[in-house]
């Protein structure tokens, strides 16, 4: 063998073992991230494409045509909504006891209020430093709506939570409408006759010549308002939880008579995680055309950009502050664990989040990042994620304190510290009313601006960048969710923790909820259990059988 031979030799081996390496690389890359860079690349995709898009001015037709990829990602994740929420509630608190349960509630309830109301001082802080509303001009004309007092959308608030038919709340919400009654015109009228007035018009062609023009006049009706019981075609997301964490606690309490149901839900909850197992790999296309589309339906963005440019930086800033500072350090202080490591892990739901817009269509790819990537408990995240989809809206809180106090800048209407700790309270009250669609936060901003006396018919002024800034504050709310379930598991572990088995060995196997151990499959009329299963709740190896 020549020198020459070696050499290629040589070269061909280290080329094929280089080659191998890489390739190695790149599958073990693909196969842990591969579904993380397609939905970041689709996200850029689709914002390239609706900006290039634009200058072709597509017909509303065309574009509705374009968006209906994007439609079908939004409706394949709102059907697994409702039997996400009811399954995971209903199995997680069912298998939890009650002092365990109990505490896990109230830590999770104080941890929400918490970090809302931080949002809220955060986006207050900001607004009032920065002043967006001196840049703001506020148009000539206004389109007069009428509005929901703050009093009738907190009892409707109250009522949601308390469905009166709960087949109904699957797909509707109790909504309290305006009718409008009209009075009788306050003129005295006079019998056979009108009043009418003559005016005297330029001609058109002889400016000189004044041509008389007869005028009547009806005078304008007084109109009053009705409030009259009605519905919305949105889904009653805070009855539904109620319902099934109610629901949850009593099957725990009925031990095994509870035991099929909770079975039930137990099978539910795996088979809507394996849907969006497989449902998750047509998420990057669906992306591309639903980002796409929202920027095609937008306003002229150099025309918005002067009027709100400095509140959309006020609001965005917030929400970086809140949600890339605040939350991080609240979770190393409590964890002492790396939270950019976590959020790592949830990547794909935040990207989905500014997707969808919707924190509660969100929630299944939630909850399968935090079980598969950050390995949290599978009861707490069942129990934490649902509820903080409903009443954990930390960016919708600070994009309403933020909007109230920019809409009393741009009327030039100075508010003292009263009123300032008015819109904290009341921001933080009425986000947990938000339900968790797109845009939801319009709605609750009523209670906020009413609360100190603004006009509510400025709303108009912010519609024209809210659906760009609803995306980026469902990011931040489904941050905290995920970070509050890292926090609460962390804090609960020990009531978590496998307790040792009891001295009779003999009644051991009737502690196990069946819920928590592996499901069961026939096999020659034979049901087996895993035993690590049971080994890794109790630390004592079982084979068991049942014939």
Known sequence: MTMWERVRKALLN???????????????????????????????????????????????LEKQYFSFPGELLMRMLKMLILPLITSSLMSGLATMDSKACGKMGVITITYYLWTTFMAVTV??????????????QKDNYSVGKVVLSSADALLDLIRNMFPSNLIEASFQQYRTVLVPVVKSPGFTKIPGKSLSFIYFAPDDKNPEIHRPVFLELTPSPEMTYRTLPGTSNEMNVLGIVIFSATIGLLLGKMGERGTPLVNVCQCLNEAVMKIVSMAVWYFPFGIVFLIAGKILEMEDPSVTGQKLGLYVITVVSGLIIHGLILLPLLFVLITKK??????????????????TSSSSATLPITLKCLLENNGIDRRVARFVLPVGATINMDGTALYEAVAAIFIAQVNEYDLDLGQIITISITATAASIGAAGIPQSGLVTMVIVLTSVGLPTDDITLIIAVDWALDRFRTMTNVLGDALAAGIIAHVCEKDFAPKPPPQDAGNTTEKFPAVETSHLHPKDNVIEMIEETLFDQTGVHYNICQV
């Open 14 to 60: 280290s080329l094929s073992t280089t080659f191998l390496r890489i390739w190695k690389w790149v599958r073990a890359f693909w196969c842990k991230n591969g579904l993380l860079t397609l939905s970041m690349l689709s996200v850029a995709t689709g914002c390239l494409l609706g900006f290039l898009l634009r200058a072709l001015e597509l017909t509303e």
């Open 123 to 136: 986006g207050i802080i900001l607004v009032v430093s920065i002043h967006p509303g001196a840049a703001a």
């Open 338 to 355: 790396n939270p950019f490591a976590f959020i790592q892990g949830i990547l794909q739901a935040l990207l989905i989040a500014l997707a």
